[in-house]
Protein backbone atom coordinates (compact mmCIF):
# COMPACT_ATOMS: atom_id res chain seq x y z
CA UNK A 1 0.00 0.00 0.00
CA UNK A 2 3.00 2.40 0.91
CA UNK A 3 4.53 1.58 -2.86
CA UNK A 4 1.02 2.20 -3.89
CA UNK A 5 0.64 5.40 -2.61
CA UNK A 6 4.68 6.75 -4.00
CA UNK A 7 4.40 9.96 -5.96
CA UNK A 8 5.33 9.13 -9.67
CA UNK A 9 8.66 9.82 -11.02
CA UNK A 10 8.16 11.27 -14.61
CA UNK A 11 10.80 9.75 -17.49
CA UNK A 12 13.67 11.53 -18.42
CA UNK A 13 12.24 12.89 -21.68
CA UNK A 14 9.33 14.22 -19.71
CA UNK A 15 11.80 16.92 -17.57
CA UNK A 16 11.93 20.34 -18.13
CA UNK A 17 15.22 21.07 -19.80
CA UNK A 18 17.70 22.99 -17.47
CA UNK A 19 19.69 26.04 -19.42
CA UNK A 20 23.59 25.57 -18.36
CA UNK A 21 25.55 28.35 -17.34
CA UNK A 22 26.91 30.52 -19.99
CA UNK A 23 30.89 29.90 -20.32
CA UNK A 24 33.43 31.95 -18.66
CA UNK A 25 35.09 34.52 -20.98
CA UNK A 26 38.22 33.49 -22.23
CA UNK A 27 41.15 35.55 -21.00
CA UNK A 28 42.46 37.93 -22.63
CA UNK A 29 45.90 37.22 -25.07
CA UNK A 30 49.16 38.39 -22.87
CA UNK A 31 50.55 41.09 -24.73
CA UNK A 32 53.43 43.51 -23.30
CA UNK A 33 52.40 46.10 -20.98
CA UNK A 34 52.75 48.73 -23.30
CA UNK A 35 51.60 49.69 -26.31
CA UNK A 36 53.34 47.23 -29.45
CA UNK A 37 55.49 49.37 -31.78
CA UNK A 38 54.13 49.03 -35.57
CA UNK A 39 56.04 45.97 -38.03
CA UNK A 40 57.99 48.09 -40.42
CA UNK A 41 59.26 50.09 -37.67
CA UNK A 42 60.50 47.32 -35.38
CA UNK A 43 61.92 45.54 -38.48
CA UNK A 44 63.52 48.83 -39.66
CA UNK A 45 65.51 48.90 -36.49
CA UNK A 46 66.12 45.06 -35.90
CA UNK A 47 68.14 45.26 -39.63
CA UNK A 48 69.80 48.89 -38.62
CA UNK A 49 70.94 46.77 -35.38
CA UNK A 50 71.96 43.62 -37.83
CA UNK A 51 74.47 46.09 -39.94
CA UNK A 52 76.13 47.41 -37.35
CA UNK A 53 76.96 44.87 -35.12
CA UNK A 54 80.86 43.16 -34.71
CA UNK A 55 82.09 40.36 -35.35
CA UNK A 56 81.50 37.85 -32.52
CA UNK A 57 84.56 36.26 -31.15
CA UNK A 58 83.55 35.94 -26.81
CA UNK A 59 80.31 34.86 -28.15
CA UNK A 60 80.74 32.14 -29.95
CA UNK A 61 83.40 30.58 -26.86
CA UNK A 62 80.10 30.88 -24.80
CA UNK A 63 78.04 29.46 -26.96
CA UNK A 64 80.10 26.40 -27.50
CA UNK A 65 80.98 26.28 -23.98
CA UNK A 66 77.04 25.68 -23.18
CA UNK A 67 76.48 23.68 -25.65
CA UNK A 68 79.29 21.48 -24.58
CA UNK A 69 78.59 20.76 -21.27
CA UNK A 70 74.21 20.58 -21.92
CA UNK A 71 75.59 17.49 -24.57
CA UNK A 72 77.56 16.28 -21.40
CA UNK A 73 74.96 16.03 -19.53
CA UNK A 74 72.57 14.32 -21.45
CA UNK A 75 75.64 11.71 -22.44
CA UNK A 76 76.08 11.04 -18.98
CA UNK A 77 72.30 10.46 -18.14
CA UNK A 78 72.34 7.94 -20.99
CA UNK A 79 75.31 6.35 -19.25
CA UNK A 80 73.60 6.01 -16.17
CA UNK A 81 69.72 5.42 -17.34
CA UNK A 82 71.07 2.61 -19.80
CA UNK A 83 73.38 -0.74 -19.87
CA UNK A 84 76.07 -2.32 -22.24
CA UNK A 85 76.31 -1.24 -25.94
CA UNK A 86 73.27 0.33 -25.95
CA UNK A 87 73.96 3.31 -23.02
CA UNK A 88 77.19 4.22 -24.95
CA UNK A 89 75.46 4.59 -28.13
CA UNK A 90 72.99 6.85 -26.81
CA UNK A 91 75.63 8.73 -24.64
CA UNK A 92 77.59 9.06 -28.58
CA UNK A 93 74.76 10.39 -29.98
CA UNK A 94 74.40 13.04 -27.55
CA UNK A 95 76.82 14.48 -28.07
CA UNK A 96 77.68 14.78 -32.00
CA UNK A 97 76.40 17.36 -33.92
CA UNK A 98 78.50 20.54 -34.95
CA UNK A 99 78.35 23.23 -32.27
CA UNK A 100 76.65 26.94 -32.73
CA UNK A 101 78.59 29.59 -33.93
CA UNK A 102 77.70 33.22 -33.10
CA UNK A 103 78.50 35.11 -36.40
CA UNK A 104 78.17 38.89 -34.78
CA UNK A 105 77.16 39.86 -31.43
CA UNK A 106 74.13 39.48 -29.59
CA UNK A 107 71.41 42.12 -30.29
CA UNK A 108 68.34 40.87 -28.10
CA UNK A 109 69.38 43.49 -25.33
CA UNK A 110 68.48 46.39 -27.69
CA UNK A 111 64.99 45.35 -27.92
CA UNK A 112 61.93 45.67 -25.24
CA UNK A 113 59.14 43.30 -24.74
CA UNK A 114 56.97 45.11 -27.18
CA UNK A 115 59.45 44.89 -29.58
CA UNK A 116 59.77 41.01 -29.22
CA UNK A 117 55.89 40.81 -29.45
CA UNK A 118 55.56 42.74 -32.53
CA UNK A 119 57.86 40.62 -34.06
CA UNK A 120 56.43 37.64 -32.71
CA UNK A 121 52.92 38.66 -33.38
CA UNK A 122 54.53 39.04 -37.17
CA UNK A 123 55.48 35.51 -37.85
CA UNK A 124 52.14 34.12 -36.01
CA UNK A 125 49.32 35.85 -38.06
CA UNK A 126 51.68 35.38 -41.26
CA UNK A 127 50.44 33.14 -44.11
CA UNK A 128 53.05 30.56 -43.23
CA UNK A 129 51.71 27.00 -42.69
CA UNK A 130 52.27 25.56 -39.00
CA UNK A 131 55.19 24.28 -38.87
CA UNK A 132 56.97 26.90 -40.94
CA UNK A 133 55.83 29.49 -38.21
CA UNK A 134 57.43 27.65 -35.58
CA UNK A 135 60.55 27.35 -37.52
CA UNK A 136 60.46 30.67 -37.45
CA UNK A 137 60.11 32.05 -34.69
CA UNK A 138 63.39 29.76 -33.65
CA UNK A 139 65.45 31.34 -36.83
CA UNK A 140 63.96 34.75 -35.06
CA UNK A 141 65.43 33.53 -31.55
CA UNK A 142 68.82 32.28 -33.03
CA UNK A 143 69.35 36.28 -34.65
CA UNK A 144 68.75 37.34 -31.73
CA UNK A 145 71.65 35.40 -30.12
CA UNK A 146 73.79 36.80 -33.43
CA UNK A 147 73.67 33.38 -35.20
CA UNK A 148 72.92 32.78 -38.80
CA UNK A 149 69.71 30.79 -39.73
CA UNK A 150 69.62 28.26 -42.38
CA UNK A 151 68.85 29.04 -45.73
CA UNK A 152 65.22 27.29 -45.23
CA UNK A 153 65.20 29.67 -42.33
CA UNK A 154 65.93 32.53 -44.09
CA UNK A 155 63.75 32.03 -46.85
CA UNK A 156 60.70 31.42 -43.95
CA UNK A 157 62.01 35.05 -42.18
CA UNK A 158 62.15 36.83 -45.40
CA UNK A 159 57.90 36.29 -46.11
CA UNK A 160 57.33 37.81 -42.85
CA UNK A 161 60.19 40.11 -42.61
CA UNK A 162 61.52 41.31 -45.82
CA UNK A 163 64.15 40.79 -48.18
CA UNK A 164 66.31 44.05 -46.28
CA UNK A 165 66.59 41.95 -43.58
CA UNK A 166 67.34 38.78 -45.22
CA UNK A 167 70.00 40.49 -47.24
CA UNK A 168 71.66 42.00 -43.30
CA UNK A 169 72.09 38.82 -42.05
CA UNK A 170 73.67 37.15 -45.17
CA UNK A 171 76.08 40.25 -45.03
CA UNK A 172 76.98 38.73 -41.85
CA UNK A 173 78.03 35.48 -43.52
CA UNK A 174 81.40 34.08 -43.70
CA UNK A 175 83.19 35.10 -46.83
CA UNK A 176 83.54 31.67 -48.59
CA UNK A 177 79.89 31.15 -47.93
CA UNK A 178 79.33 34.36 -50.09
CA UNK A 179 81.55 33.56 -52.82
CA UNK A 180 79.69 30.09 -53.00
CA UNK A 181 76.28 31.69 -53.61
CA UNK A 182 77.60 34.02 -55.63
CA UNK A 183 79.34 31.48 -58.06
CA UNK A 184 75.83 28.81 -58.03
CA UNK A 185 73.84 31.96 -58.65
CA UNK A 186 76.63 32.68 -61.96
CA UNK A 187 76.61 29.06 -62.83
CA UNK A 188 72.76 28.77 -62.66
CA UNK A 189 71.85 32.23 -64.69
CA UNK A 190 72.17 30.59 -68.42
CA UNK A 191 69.49 28.12 -67.74
CA UNK A 192 67.16 30.96 -66.44
CA UNK A 193 67.96 33.12 -69.22
CA UNK A 194 66.98 30.05 -71.76
CA UNK A 195 63.93 29.33 -69.92
CA UNK A 196 62.59 33.22 -69.62
CA UNK A 197 60.27 34.73 -72.06
CA UNK A 198 57.81 31.79 -73.13
CA UNK A 199 54.98 30.22 -71.28
CA UNK A 200 56.53 27.14 -71.28
CA UNK A 201 56.41 25.58 -67.86
CA UNK A 202 52.99 23.73 -67.55
CA UNK A 203 53.16 21.94 -70.82
CA UNK A 204 57.20 21.42 -70.30
CA UNK A 205 57.50 21.06 -66.90
CA UNK A 206 53.56 19.67 -66.03
CA UNK A 207 52.72 17.76 -69.16
CA UNK A 208 51.21 14.50 -67.16
CA UNK A 209 49.51 16.34 -64.93
CA UNK A 210 48.04 18.77 -68.29
CA UNK A 211 47.03 15.66 -70.07
CA UNK A 212 44.97 14.32 -66.60
CA UNK A 213 43.43 17.58 -67.16
CA UNK A 214 43.65 18.68 -70.42
CA UNK A 215 40.34 21.19 -69.84
CA UNK A 216 42.55 22.94 -67.46
CA UNK A 217 45.30 23.80 -69.99
CA UNK A 218 43.83 27.72 -70.94
CA UNK A 219 43.62 28.17 -67.50
CA UNK A 220 46.98 27.64 -66.51
CA UNK A 221 48.51 28.79 -69.32
CA UNK A 222 46.56 31.99 -69.05
CA UNK A 223 47.32 32.16 -65.41
CA UNK A 224 50.90 32.32 -66.31
CA UNK A 225 50.96 35.03 -69.04
CA UNK A 226 48.55 37.29 -66.59
CA UNK A 227 51.29 36.85 -63.86
CA UNK A 228 54.09 37.39 -66.08
CA UNK A 229 52.15 41.22 -67.27
CA UNK A 230 50.30 41.66 -64.13
CA UNK A 231 51.86 42.35 -60.59
CA UNK A 232 48.32 42.78 -59.36
CA UNK A 233 47.31 39.83 -60.63
CA UNK A 234 50.33 37.75 -59.33
CA UNK A 235 49.67 39.29 -55.80
CA UNK A 236 46.16 37.93 -56.12
CA UNK A 237 47.17 34.71 -57.92
CA UNK A 238 50.13 34.59 -54.62
CA UNK A 239 47.03 35.21 -52.31
CA UNK A 240 45.02 32.11 -53.42
CA UNK A 241 47.83 30.27 -52.81
CA UNK A 242 48.93 31.46 -49.31
CA UNK A 243 44.77 30.65 -48.60
CA UNK A 244 45.51 27.53 -49.88
CA UNK A 245 48.66 26.84 -47.47
CA UNK A 246 46.33 28.20 -44.11
CA UNK A 247 43.61 26.03 -45.09
CA UNK A 248 46.04 22.83 -45.51
CA UNK A 249 48.85 23.28 -42.96
CA UNK A 250 50.30 19.86 -43.37
CA UNK A 251 49.92 19.36 -46.72
CA UNK A 252 52.67 17.63 -48.77
CA UNK A 253 52.32 19.25 -52.08
CA UNK A 254 55.95 20.84 -52.81
CA UNK A 255 54.78 24.69 -53.78
CA UNK A 256 57.73 26.86 -55.09
CA UNK A 257 59.17 30.16 -53.93
CA UNK A 258 59.78 32.65 -56.49
CA UNK A 259 63.81 33.47 -56.22
CA UNK A 260 64.73 36.55 -53.58
CA UNK A 261 67.89 37.39 -51.45
CA UNK A 262 67.37 34.56 -48.83
CA UNK A 263 65.41 31.97 -50.58
CA UNK A 264 66.47 28.75 -49.62
CA UNK A 265 67.28 27.14 -53.82
CA UNK A 266 66.02 24.00 -52.98
CA UNK A 267 62.76 25.32 -52.44
CA UNK A 268 62.84 27.21 -55.96
CA UNK A 269 61.30 26.30 -59.76
CA UNK A 270 64.85 24.78 -61.05
CA UNK A 271 64.81 27.06 -64.37
CA UNK A 272 64.63 30.22 -61.89
CA UNK A 273 66.83 28.73 -59.66
CA UNK A 274 69.92 31.79 -59.96
CA UNK A 275 69.09 34.89 -57.78
CA UNK A 276 70.41 37.21 -60.66
CA UNK A 277 67.85 36.37 -62.73
CA UNK A 278 66.21 39.37 -60.90
CA UNK A 279 68.57 41.88 -62.36
CA UNK A 280 67.53 40.81 -66.12
CA UNK A 281 64.80 42.58 -67.59
CA UNK A 282 61.87 40.16 -68.19
CA UNK A 283 63.81 37.52 -66.18
CA UNK A 284 61.78 38.55 -63.28
CA UNK A 285 58.98 38.58 -64.63
CA UNK A 286 59.14 35.39 -66.42
CA UNK A 287 60.19 33.47 -63.29
CA UNK A 288 57.19 34.99 -61.44
CA UNK A 289 54.39 33.46 -64.32
CA UNK A 290 56.58 30.54 -64.23
CA UNK A 291 56.42 29.66 -60.90
CA UNK A 292 52.92 30.79 -59.94
CA UNK A 293 51.41 29.37 -62.64
CA UNK A 294 52.40 25.81 -61.84
CA UNK A 295 51.67 26.30 -58.15
CA UNK A 296 48.17 27.11 -59.13
CA UNK A 297 48.14 23.81 -61.81
CA UNK A 298 49.22 21.37 -58.55
CA UNK A 299 46.93 23.35 -55.79
CA UNK A 300 43.84 22.95 -58.65
CA UNK A 301 44.75 19.31 -59.11
CA UNK A 302 44.91 18.82 -55.07
CA UNK A 303 41.73 20.20 -55.01
CA UNK A 304 40.15 18.10 -57.18
CA UNK A 305 41.37 14.91 -55.87
CA UNK A 306 40.19 16.11 -52.21
CA UNK A 307 36.86 16.39 -53.91
CA UNK A 308 36.81 13.17 -55.76
CA UNK A 309 38.00 11.07 -52.82
CA UNK A 310 36.60 12.93 -49.74
CA UNK A 311 35.36 10.35 -46.98
CA UNK A 312 36.77 7.03 -49.54
CA UNK A 313 40.34 6.94 -48.40
CA UNK A 314 42.38 7.66 -45.59
CA UNK A 315 43.92 11.31 -44.60
CA UNK A 316 47.37 9.46 -45.41
CA UNK A 317 46.14 8.69 -48.81
CA UNK A 318 45.99 12.50 -49.76
CA UNK A 319 49.78 13.06 -48.76
CA UNK A 320 50.71 10.08 -51.78
CA UNK A 321 48.72 11.92 -54.06
CA UNK A 322 50.59 14.89 -53.85
CA UNK A 323 53.56 13.55 -54.12
CA UNK A 324 51.75 11.96 -57.39
CA UNK A 325 51.33 15.83 -57.95
CA UNK A 326 54.94 16.95 -57.26
CA UNK A 327 56.67 14.12 -59.62
CA UNK A 328 53.89 15.04 -62.29
CA UNK A 329 54.93 18.34 -62.35
CA UNK A 330 58.78 17.90 -61.66
CA UNK A 331 59.35 18.43 -57.73
CA UNK A 332 60.53 14.67 -57.72
CA UNK A 333 61.91 14.21 -53.81
CA UNK A 334 65.90 13.86 -53.87
CA UNK A 335 65.93 11.73 -50.52
CA UNK A 336 69.37 11.53 -49.38
CA UNK A 337 70.56 14.23 -51.36
CA UNK A 338 68.04 16.80 -51.21
CA UNK A 339 70.42 18.84 -49.23
CA UNK A 340 72.71 19.12 -52.15
CA UNK A 341 70.25 20.07 -54.71
CA UNK A 342 71.24 23.48 -55.37
CA UNK A 343 74.66 21.91 -56.61
CA UNK A 344 73.12 19.45 -58.54
CA UNK A 345 71.22 22.01 -60.63
CA UNK A 346 74.27 23.21 -61.05
CA UNK A 347 75.68 20.45 -62.68
CA UNK A 348 72.20 19.41 -64.09
CA UNK A 349 69.86 20.65 -65.79
CA UNK A 350 67.10 20.65 -63.51
CA UNK A 351 67.94 17.87 -61.72
CA UNK A 352 64.12 17.24 -60.06
CA UNK A 353 63.02 17.31 -63.41
CA UNK A 354 64.77 14.57 -64.57
CA UNK A 355 64.19 12.53 -61.75
CA UNK A 356 60.76 12.86 -62.09
CA UNK A 357 60.58 11.99 -65.82
CA UNK A 358 62.49 8.56 -64.51
CA UNK A 359 60.03 8.45 -61.44
CA UNK A 360 56.71 9.40 -63.23
CA UNK A 361 56.49 5.23 -64.78
CA UNK A 362 57.13 3.66 -60.80
CA UNK A 363 53.91 5.22 -59.61
CA UNK A 364 52.35 2.71 -61.72
CA UNK A 365 53.89 -0.09 -58.75
CA UNK A 366 53.28 2.29 -55.64
CA UNK A 367 51.89 0.51 -53.02
CA UNK A 368 49.17 2.69 -52.85
CA UNK A 369 46.08 1.73 -54.71
CA UNK A 370 44.79 4.93 -55.36
CA UNK A 371 48.43 6.47 -56.59
CA UNK A 372 48.03 3.12 -59.10
CA UNK A 373 44.75 3.77 -60.27
CA UNK A 374 45.37 8.00 -60.88
CA UNK A 375 48.48 7.04 -62.54
CA UNK A 376 47.73 4.34 -64.56
CA UNK A 377 44.41 7.26 -65.45
CA UNK A 378 47.22 10.15 -66.24
CA UNK A 379 49.84 8.06 -68.15
CA UNK A 380 46.89 6.41 -70.53
CA UNK A 381 45.47 9.94 -70.91
CA UNK A 382 48.87 10.83 -71.66
CA UNK A 383 49.69 8.58 -74.26
CA UNK A 384 46.53 8.73 -75.98
CA UNK A 385 46.66 12.41 -76.39
CA UNK A 386 49.83 12.06 -78.09
CA UNK A 387 48.26 9.07 -80.67
CA UNK A 388 45.86 11.81 -81.84
CA UNK A 389 48.11 14.10 -82.02
CA UNK A 390 50.19 12.18 -83.99
CA UNK A 391 47.37 10.08 -85.92
CA UNK A 392 45.66 13.61 -86.99
CA UNK A 393 48.70 15.49 -88.40
CA UNK A 394 50.45 12.79 -90.28
CA UNK A 395 47.09 12.55 -91.98
CA UNK A 396 48.87 15.75 -94.05
CA UNK A 397 51.42 13.77 -96.99
CA UNK A 398 54.36 16.12 -95.53
CA UNK A 399 54.24 15.34 -92.01
CA UNK A 400 55.52 12.25 -90.50
CA UNK A 401 56.42 10.07 -86.99
CA UNK A 402 59.03 7.90 -85.98
CA UNK A 403 57.82 4.52 -83.76
CA UNK A 404 61.70 2.84 -84.08
CA UNK A 405 62.96 3.90 -80.69
CA UNK A 406 66.23 3.59 -81.78
CA UNK A 407 65.61 6.70 -84.35
CA UNK A 408 66.42 10.20 -83.88
CA UNK A 409 63.27 11.04 -84.74
CA UNK A 410 61.74 9.08 -82.05
CA UNK A 411 58.49 10.16 -80.65
CA UNK A 412 58.64 13.32 -82.93
CA UNK A 413 56.64 14.75 -85.30
CA UNK A 414 58.51 15.97 -88.95
CA UNK A 415 57.09 18.29 -90.72
CA UNK A 416 59.91 19.30 -93.17
CA UNK A 417 62.63 19.82 -91.56
CA UNK A 418 61.23 20.83 -87.68
CA UNK A 419 60.63 18.50 -85.30
CA UNK A 420 57.77 18.40 -82.94
CA UNK A 421 59.02 16.42 -79.74
CA UNK A 422 55.15 15.48 -78.17
CA UNK A 423 56.36 14.18 -74.82
CA UNK A 424 58.64 16.96 -72.84
CA UNK A 425 61.54 14.98 -72.45
CA UNK A 426 60.10 11.47 -71.93
CA UNK A 427 61.35 10.58 -75.42
CA UNK A 428 65.48 10.72 -74.80
CA UNK A 429 65.07 8.33 -72.01
CA UNK A 430 63.76 5.48 -73.77
CA UNK A 431 66.08 5.90 -77.38
CA UNK A 432 68.82 6.06 -74.68
CA UNK A 433 68.01 3.04 -73.28
CA UNK A 434 66.80 1.39 -77.11
CA UNK A 435 69.78 1.99 -78.49
CA UNK A 436 72.27 0.84 -75.55
CA UNK A 437 69.90 -2.21 -75.45
CA UNK A 438 70.37 -3.25 -79.40
CA UNK A 439 73.94 -1.35 -79.94
CA UNK A 440 72.34 0.21 -82.43
CA UNK A 441 71.37 3.69 -83.47
CA UNK A 442 68.90 5.13 -86.43
CA UNK A 443 70.28 8.61 -88.03
CA UNK A 444 67.83 10.77 -89.45
CA UNK A 445 68.48 9.59 -93.06
CA UNK A 446 67.52 6.26 -91.89
CA UNK A 447 70.65 4.86 -91.96
CA UNK A 448 71.59 2.46 -88.93
CA UNK A 449 74.95 2.05 -87.80
CA UNK A 450 76.35 0.15 -84.30
CA UNK A 451 77.13 1.98 -81.36
CA UNK A 452 79.16 1.21 -78.39
CA UNK A 453 76.98 1.16 -75.57
CA UNK A 454 79.42 2.78 -73.08
CA UNK A 455 80.01 6.19 -75.25
CA UNK A 456 76.12 6.07 -75.81
CA UNK A 457 75.44 6.19 -72.21
CA UNK A 458 78.48 8.59 -71.58
CA UNK A 459 76.48 10.83 -74.73
CA UNK A 460 72.76 10.37 -72.74
CA UNK A 461 74.67 11.77 -69.36
CA UNK A 462 76.75 14.81 -71.58
CA UNK A 463 73.39 15.61 -72.94
CA UNK A 464 71.89 16.10 -69.44
CA UNK A 465 74.20 18.58 -68.46
CA UNK A 466 72.94 21.88 -67.20
CA UNK A 467 74.33 25.17 -70.03
CA UNK A 468 77.56 25.79 -67.31
CA UNK A 469 78.72 22.05 -66.87
CA UNK A 470 77.56 21.74 -70.66
CA UNK A 471 80.04 23.70 -72.05
CA UNK A 472 82.76 22.89 -69.39
CA UNK A 473 82.01 19.22 -70.60
CA UNK A 474 82.06 20.90 -74.58
CA UNK A 475 85.52 22.21 -73.89
CA UNK A 476 87.31 19.69 -71.93
CA UNK A 477 85.66 17.03 -75.23
CA UNK A 478 86.71 20.26 -77.76
CA UNK A 479 83.27 19.22 -79.33
CA UNK A 480 79.68 19.47 -78.64
CA UNK A 481 77.63 16.36 -77.17
CA UNK A 482 76.77 15.41 -80.98
CA UNK A 483 80.43 15.86 -82.41
CA UNK A 484 80.31 19.00 -83.83
CA UNK A 485 82.98 21.61 -83.90
CA UNK A 486 82.47 24.38 -80.94
CA UNK A 487 80.92 27.49 -82.11
CA UNK A 488 79.64 26.21 -85.48
CA UNK A 489 75.75 26.52 -85.83
CA UNK A 490 73.32 28.72 -88.08
CA UNK A 491 74.08 32.24 -86.44
CA UNK A 492 78.03 31.38 -86.87
CA UNK A 493 77.54 30.47 -90.93
CA UNK A 494 75.00 33.53 -91.42
CA UNK A 495 78.29 36.07 -89.66
CA UNK A 496 80.83 34.27 -91.60
CA UNK A 497 78.87 34.83 -94.92
CA UNK A 498 78.55 38.29 -94.16
CA UNK A 499 81.85 38.53 -93.88
CA UNK A 500 82.61 38.41 -90.19
CA UNK A 501 86.46 38.50 -89.47
CA UNK A 502 87.64 37.07 -87.35
CA UNK A 503 85.85 34.02 -87.58
CA UNK A 504 86.66 33.38 -83.84
CA UNK A 505 84.69 36.12 -82.53
CA UNK A 506 81.42 33.95 -84.77
CA UNK A 507 82.44 30.98 -83.30
CA UNK A 508 82.38 32.54 -79.76
CA UNK A 509 78.89 34.44 -80.06
CA UNK A 510 77.19 31.26 -81.73
CA UNK A 511 78.30 29.43 -78.17
CA UNK A 512 77.33 32.06 -76.38
CA UNK A 513 73.57 31.83 -78.06
CA UNK A 514 73.66 28.18 -78.02
CA UNK A 515 74.35 28.47 -74.03
CA UNK A 516 72.45 31.45 -72.83
CA UNK A 517 70.15 32.69 -75.98
CA UNK A 518 66.50 31.80 -75.04
CA UNK A 519 65.65 28.49 -76.51
CA UNK A 520 61.77 29.58 -77.48
CA UNK A 521 63.51 32.13 -79.60
CA UNK A 522 65.90 30.07 -80.93
CA UNK A 523 63.58 27.63 -81.84
CA UNK A 524 61.64 30.15 -84.46
CA UNK A 525 65.07 31.92 -85.47
CA UNK A 526 65.78 28.26 -86.65
CA UNK A 527 62.61 27.42 -88.09
CA UNK A 528 62.54 30.35 -90.35
CA UNK A 529 66.19 29.98 -91.47
CA UNK A 530 65.79 26.15 -92.69
CA UNK A 531 61.82 26.35 -93.52
CA UNK A 532 60.74 29.86 -93.98
CA UNK A 533 57.19 31.11 -92.78
CA UNK A 534 55.70 27.72 -91.93
CA UNK A 535 58.99 26.48 -90.12
CA UNK A 536 58.93 29.83 -88.05
CA UNK A 537 55.35 29.12 -87.45
CA UNK A 538 55.72 25.71 -86.20
CA UNK A 539 58.60 26.61 -83.64
CA UNK A 540 56.35 28.61 -82.16
CA UNK A 541 54.78 25.91 -80.37
CA UNK A 542 58.23 26.64 -78.35
CA UNK A 543 56.84 29.47 -76.56
CA UNK A 544 54.03 27.07 -74.85
CA UNK A 545 56.52 24.05 -73.88
CA UNK A 546 56.05 22.20 -77.02
CA UNK A 547 59.68 21.53 -77.59
CA UNK A 548 60.74 22.36 -81.48
CA UNK A 549 64.35 21.50 -83.35
CA UNK A 550 64.84 21.77 -86.92
CA UNK A 551 67.91 21.13 -89.26
CA UNK A 552 68.09 19.76 -92.67
CA UNK A 553 69.09 16.31 -92.97
CA UNK A 554 72.60 15.24 -93.30
CA UNK A 555 73.52 11.67 -94.02
CA UNK A 556 75.81 10.33 -91.61
CA UNK A 557 78.57 9.57 -94.32
CA UNK A 558 78.62 13.59 -95.08
CA UNK A 559 78.89 14.48 -91.51
CA UNK A 560 81.92 11.70 -90.71
CA UNK A 561 83.91 13.27 -94.47
CA UNK A 562 83.09 16.83 -93.13
CA UNK A 563 84.21 15.77 -89.19
CA UNK A 564 87.47 14.15 -90.80
CA UNK A 565 89.09 15.88 -94.03
CA UNK A 566 86.59 19.43 -94.31
CA UNK A 567 84.54 18.15 -97.46
CA UNK A 568 81.44 16.24 -98.13
CA UNK A 569 81.19 12.58 -98.96
CA UNK A 570 81.00 12.82 -102.71
CA UNK A 571 84.18 15.09 -103.09
Excluded: C
Excluded at 37 to 48: I, K, Q, Y
Amino acid sequence: AGLARAPQVPPIEALPAVKPPPPPPPPPLAGPTVSPPSGPDVVERLTAAIKVAKPARKETEALYHAERQRRVAMGARELETKMGQEAFIAAKGAIKGELPKARFEPIAGQFNEADVFTLKEMARTSQLRFFEKITADEALDKLFLGRIPSKSELALLEDIYGEKLVSALMSKRALGTKIWDEFLAAANLPRAVQSAYDLGGILRQGLVLSERFPHNIPLWVGASARAIFSSKYAASLQAEIDDFVRLNPTTKLDLTRLTKAGTDLSRAEEAFISKWANRIPGLKQSARGYTLGLNKMRIDGYKYFQRAYAGKIPDAEFDNLARLINIFTGRAPLGALENSAPLLNTLFYSIRLQVSRVLTPTLLFSRSAVVRKEAARSLAQLVGGIATIAGLATLHPKVSFTLDPRSTDFGKLKIGNTRVDLTAGFVPYIRAAAQIATGQAKSVSGTIRPVKRGERLTTFIRGKFSPFAGFVSDVMAEENVIGEELGKGPIYEQLVTAGMEPVQAAQALQALVDRMGPLSALDIYEGLLEEGVVGGAVSTLGAIGVNTQTYPVRDFRDILAETKFGKKWVD
